[in-house]
């Protein structure tokens, strides 16, 4: 190929700038690689998320402000990500590292969840309502809230009355402390000893139900000159862990001399409160009764004593006690169909995504992996960026909905691990609208639009399995959105 007459002509190869011959392989001074300038982004739920202001920098103050301005304007092209908006004089433009840490969570990819706070509170004081007023309500944050994001919901729950806050590992809570959350914390299971002194540095109680545990636990305190504060978990028929039922005074009488232990509480678990089956709820509650009353006799206090989950606490108040804990409930899920009559909870995820293909596929073509479905014709097939890898169960693929402008859409094809597919019907039949789907249309894949609805609980009917195990799938890898 001949090189054009001109200025490019007296060039050297390796001076030519980008074109036929490709990248030039000098870099310019001050070169800033993608790699570089894109290390270090913001995290996808924490400043810079969906619009979240970005922290400030000493080397460029007003950064956040002139890239919102460029994007305002629609800006296009790589300038709007560059140190300056002209190209330096005898070079190529430079990648600023600031700007592209502004490019939000939801414009890296079309997926995202969104958590109503609102909702959250509204659970809450929905089943503050069921209670006494001077009954607790230990707000159940393990498995980062049930896919919710423990920090936010922590914080949001106590401002709406909740009392206590429940996690199921140390880190769990010592990522509450670091979030600056200072209300009281139970690990509700016995650690490993190992962990003693996280739990004693930030301040975080264990459930206690072996000696040797609570004897350790007890002596590093001693030794820091603190108190070792700890919940007696009591095993009245579950059968997961706890001191048995019946055996909880003699338990106490081979820990209790020791001077730093502190019984803060006495707890159990209801295997079955969920259930319209009665009768192992009715021993479980029997046993726990009488091994707290034991307990008294015996001359220990048990503290705050608590037992209802959500169910119990919507179902059962004679075992309300000191304090219920609020799992499932308080993130708007019914714990079984059996609670649904008895409270109004509101689901606070939702599943969105964007489209980002669409097609007309001719009739008796597959879509997607094994070619399972075979279009009809007069359909258009879209994707979303959403997949197992994302919380989509691909046990759903074929048995679900999108939600596209009110209207529910059919998935189609095997659900991939990072992308699924729908279809849309092209043709108008009663008083259906016909659809036009275009690259960037969101979708609910869980949520509601207008009188179209999707949850976790239609989800989890298809697959044979629990609104819990789905809500706590979908926190891995989308961003979250906080509304």
Same mark, same amino acid.
């Given at each position: 190929m001949r090189v054009p007459t001109g200025k490019a002509h007296s060039m050297t190869a390796q001076e030519l700038p980008n074109g036929f011959t490709g990248f030039s392989q000098r870099k310019p001074e001050g070169f800033v690689s993608a790699r570089d300038a894109m290390g270090g982004h913001p995290p996808l739920d924490g400043p810079g998320a969906f619009g979240a202001r970005p922290r400030a920098t000493t080397a460029v103050p007003s950064a956040y402000e002139a890239g919102a301005a460029a994007f305002g304007n629609g800006a296009q092209g790589a300038f709007q990500y560059a140190r300056d908006h002209a190209r330096p004089e005898g070079g190529a433009a430079q990648f600023d590292p600031e700007k592209l840490r502004m490019i939000l969570a939801a %414009?890296?990819?079309?997926?995202?969840?969104?958590?109503?706070l609102n909702a959250i509170r509204y659970n809450v004081a929905s089943i503050r309502q069921r209670i006494e007023s001077g009954v607790r309500i230990m707000a159940v944050?393990?498995? %980062?809230? &049930?896919?919710?994001?423990?920090?936010?919901?922590?914080? /949001?729950? +106590?401002?709406?009355?909740?009392d206590y806050l429940g996690v199921a590992t140390v880190d769990e809570a010592v990522q509450l402390r670091e979030g600056l959350v200072n209300a009281p914390i139970l690990v509700l299971s016995q650690?490993? =000893?190992?962990?003693?002194?996280? +739990?004693?540095? &930030?301040?975080?109680?264990?459930?206690?139900? /072996?000696?040797?545990?609570?004897? !350790?636990?007890?002596?590093?305190a001693d030794s820091f000159g603190l108190r070792a504060p700890y919940h007696l978990a009591v095993n009245t028929g579950m059968n997961r862990i706890g001191v048995r039922h019946d055996e909880v005074v003699e338990f106490m009488g081979q820990v209790s001399f020791h001077r730093a232990l502190d019984l803060v509480g006495t707890f159990t678990h209801f295997a079955t409160a969920d259930s319209a089956e009665t009768l192992d709820f009715q021993i !479980? =509650?029997? *046993?726990?009764?009488?091994?707290?009353?034991?307990?008294?006799?015996?001359?220990?206090?048990?503290?705050?004593?608590?037992?209802?989950? /959500?169910?119990? =606490?919507? *179902? $059962?108040p004679d075992v309300h006690f000191d304090m219920v804990r609020l799992g499932i409930g308080m993130y708007g899920l019914q714990p079984s169909s059996v609670t649904r009559p008895l409270v109004d909870l509101r689901p606070a995820m939702s599943v969105h995504a964007r489209i980002t293909d669409v097609r007309t596929v001719p009739m008796s073509?597959?879509?997607? $992996?094994?070619m399972n479905y075979r279009s009809p014709g007069s359909v258009k097939i879209c994707t979303v960026p959403v997949g197992y890898a994302d919380g989509l169960r691909r046990g759903l693929s074929g048995r679900t909905d999108v939600i596209l402008k009110g209207q529910r859409c059919r998935q189609v094809g095997s659900i991939c691990m990072d992308q699924c597919m729908f279809?849309?019907?092209?043709?108008?039949?009663?008083?259906?609208?016909? +659809?036009?789907? !275009?690259?960037? %249309?969101?979708? +609910?894949?869980?949520?509601r639009d207008g009188d179209a609805m999707i949850t976790l609980d239609d989800m989890a009917s298809a697959l044979g399995t629990i609104n819990y195990e789905l809500a706590i799938g979908f926190s891995h890898r989308m961003p979250r959105l906080y509304v």
């Open positions: %414009d890296r990819r079309w997926a995202w969840t969104e958590v109503d944050v393990k498995a %980062d809230a &049930y896919g919710h994001g423990a920090v936010r919901v922590a914080k /949001t729950a +106590l401002n709406s009355g909740a650690p490993p =000893a190992a962990s003693i002194p996280l +739990l004693l540095a &930030y301040k975080v109680m264990p459930s206690v139900y /072996t000696p040797d545990f609570a004897i !350790q636990y007890a002596e590093t !479980q =509650a029997k *046993r726990f009764i009488e091994a707290v009353t034991a307990l008294r006799a015996a001359g220990f206090d048990p503290g705050i004593v608590h037992a209802s989950n /959500t169910a119990a =606490a919507i *179902r $059962y073509e597959g879509v997607s $992996y094994g279809e849309v019907d092209l043709r108008v039949y009663g008083t259906r609208r016909r +659809l036009d789907p !275009q690259i960037g %249309d969101e979708v +609910l894949l869980v949520g």
